[in-house]
C-alpha cells in the first residue's frame, strides 16, 4: 500500500490519472501543476515494487465533513487520510446539515465543488432538508430520494468517465445510496465496497418509525439485492457483521470496520478547571455528560428520569450537548419536573467538544433496545480514548455491551430502566478507585484497538492484496 514516502512511478501514475480527470476543466492545468509539486517533494524510494490496484478512488454518501458527528464525520476523515496517503479521491456528497437538521453557514444549498488539497475533490449535491418539527420517515424518504436525483449530474459523466475509478465505496444509511455505484462497478467492472454504518431499515421498522408490511418486505428484498451483490461489505462491530451475514453476504467477503478515534488528538488526563467554571460547575462537583444526538432511537427521557431521582444529591450535575428532534421535547419536560441539576447545551465545536470531554467523570451512551445492535454510537470511541468511564444502556450480547466488557471500560444496564442508570450513577460517585481503573482500562483499549491509521492502514492492505492477486490470476 502507499504510505507518505511514495515510490517514483505510483506518483507518477497518480499525475497521470489526475491530469485526465482534470485536464478537461479551465483550473485543470493549475491543479495538475501543484498535485505534481506536492508529490514530488516528498522522499522518493528508488526500488520498484508492484504498482498498487488502488490509485484512483470515490466516495458517495450522503453525509460528509464539516458535519460534527456521525456518519459525515468518520467518511470525511476517511476521505481525508485517502488523499494523504497518496489516493486520488473524489467525494459525492450532500450538504453538511446533520446534527441540527438545517444548513450549516456558509453553505448554500447548491452544486458546488471544493478542492481542499490537490488530490481531493468534494462534489456537493443539493437536496431537501427537513427541519426538526418535519421529520419523520416520509421526510428522510424524501431527503435521500432528492439527494440521489441530483447526484444524477455526477453520476451521468462518471459512468462513462475514463480513466475509470479503481474503487467506489457507498457510505450506508441512507439506503437509496447504492444502486448508482452497484450500476457503476457492474459497467465498468470496479470493486464496490458497501460500509454500513446503521442499519437503517431494521431500525426504522423496529422504533416504529416506518410501518407497512408489504413496504418493509420490499425494501429487505432491495436491501438483500445490493447487500449480495457487493464486493465487499464493511460494517462497524462484529453484530452488525453478523447481521450483514445474515442478509446474504458472504462471510469472507464481511470486513469489520470500527469507527475510530484520534488517539493522538485526546490527552486523557486533561482535566480542564476553566471549562468547568465556564459551565458553571464547581471541582467538586461530578459531572455526568450526554454528547450527540438527540432523536428517536436514544430516548433521552431516561437521563431526566436519572436525574430527577438524584436531585438531592446536589453533587451530581448532567450535562446534556447536542441537538436533534427530540430536544425541545427534553427541554420542556426539564422544565417541568424542575431539574436545576441538568444543563443544556448545543453541538459544540472540536475544541469545546474536548474540554466537555475533559471535565466529565462519566460519560452516558444512551440507545433505546429495538436499537441496540442495529447502530454502534460513535461517541463511544471518543469516549474510551478520553479515558473516561462509561455508562451504556444496552442488552447482554449487544455491540456496546461486548466492547465495554472487552474493554472493562464501563457499566452496562438494560435500556429503558431509569432504576439501572440511577444506581450505576450512584455506585461511580461512590467508588473514585472503581472510576479510575476502568478510565485507565478504557484508554488502552483505545489505543489498541481504535486508533485510525491502524484501522484504515488495515483495510487498504486487504483490499489491495486481494485485488492485486485477482488481477495477477486474470
Known amino acids: 500500500m502507499h504510505s507518505r514516502t511514495l515510490h517514483w512511478h505510483h506518483r507518477f501514475k497518480a499525475i497521470v490519472v489526475f491530469f485526465r480527470s482534470k485536464a478537461s476543466e479551465p483550473s485543470g492545468l493549475s491543479e495538475v501543476r501543484n498535485f505534481a ?3 514530488c517533494s516528498q522522499p522518493v524510494r528508488w526500488h520498484i515494487p508492484d504498482p498498487p490496484p488502488f490509485v484512483k478512488i470515490l466516495i458517495y454518501g450522503l453525509n460528509f465533513a464539516p458535519e460534527p458527528t456521525g456518519i459525515g464525520k468518520y467518511t470525511g476523515e476517511f476521505a481525508n487520510w485517502l488523499a494523504e496517503h497518496g489516493h486520488v479521491v473524489e467525494v459525492l456528497c450532500g450538504q453538511p446539515h446533520y446534527p441540527q437538521w438545517q444548513l450549516q453557514p456558509g453553505f448554500s444549498n447548491n ?13 456537493r449535491i443539493p437536496h431537501y432538508i427537513p427541519g426538526v418539527a418535519e421529520l419523520s420517515a416520509r421526510a428522510r424518504i424524501r431527503l435521500e430520494t432528492t439527494f440521489n436525483l441530483g447526484a444524477l449530474r455526477w453520476w451521468l459523466p462518471v459512468l462513462f468517465a475514463r480513466p475509470r475509478f479503481d474503487l467506489v465505496v457507498t457510505i450506508c444509511p441512507p439506503t437509496q445510496t447504492v444502486g448508482l455505484p452497484w450500476i457503476y462497478s457492474k459497467l465498468r467492472g470496479v470493486p ?9 431499515l431494521d431500525a426504522a421498522i423496529k422504533l416504529g418509525m416506518l410501518r407497512g408490511s408489504r413496504l418493509a418486505r420490499a425494501l429487505y428484498g432491495l436491501e438483500r439485492f445490493f447487500i449480495t451483490r457487493a464486493s465487499y461489505v464493511a460494517s462497524i462491530s462484529g453484530p452488525m457483521c453478523r447481521l450483514a451475514i445474515a442478509k446474504g453476504a458472504a462471510p ?9 478515534s484520534n488517539i493522538e488528538l485526546i490527552d486523557p488526563k486533561r482535566r480542564d478547571l476553566d471549562y468547568r467554571n465556564e459551565m458553571g460547575l464547581s471541582e467538586q462537583d461530578f459531572v455526568v455528560v450526554y454528547s450527540g444526538a438527540m432523536g428517536e432511537k436514544q430516548g433521552l427521557g431516561l437521563i431526566l428520569e436519572s436525574a430527577e431521582a438524584l436531585k438531592s444529591t446536589r453533587q451530581i450535575r448532567f450535562i446534556i450537548a447536542g441537538d436533534g428532534p427530540a430536544r425541545a421535547g427534553l427541554e420542556a419536560d426539564a422544565a417541568q419536573r424542575g431539574l436545576d441539576n441538568v444543563k443544556f447545551i448545543g453541538v459544540q465545536p472540536l475544541a469545546a467538544f ?3 470531554l475533559a471535565i466529565s467523570d462519566v460519560q452516558l451512551v444512551i440507545q433505546k433496545e429495538a436499537a441496540a445492535d442495529l447502530v ?3 461517541k463511544l470511541t471518543n469516549i474510551l480514548a478520553a479515558g473516561r468511564v462509561c455508562i451504556a444502556t444496552a442488552p447482554p450480547g449487544s455491540a456496546i455491551a461486548d466492547v465495554l466488557e472487552r474493554a472493562q471500560a464501563g457499566i452496562v444496564v438494560m435500556p429503558d430502566q431509569a432504576e439501572g442508570l440511577t444506581s450505576a450513577i450512584r455506585q461511580l ?17 483505545a489505543e489498541a484497538f481504535l486508533d485510525r491509521d491502524a484501522i484504515l492502514r488495515r483495510l487498504i492492505e486487504r483490499l489491495e492484496s486481494e485485488f492485486s492477486a485477482i488481477r495477477t490470476n486474470k
Not at 452544486?111 to 462534489?123: A, G
Open 37 to 39: 509539486r506536492f508529490h
Open 376 to 378: 454502534m454510537p460513535s
Open 354 to 356: 474536548l474540554s466537555l
Open 192 to 200: 464496490w465496497l458497501l460500509w454500513i454504518q446503521d442499519f437503517q
Open 111 to 123: 452544486y458546488r465543488v471544493e478542492r481542499p488539497r490537490p488530490n481531493l475533490t468534494i462534489r
Open 252 to 260: 469472507a467477503q464481511v470486513i469489520e470496520l470500527p469507527n475510530w
Open 429 to 445: 460517585l461512590d467508588q473514585p478507585s472503581l472510576r479510575e481503573s476502568m478510565g485507565r482500562n478504557a484508554r488502552k483499549y
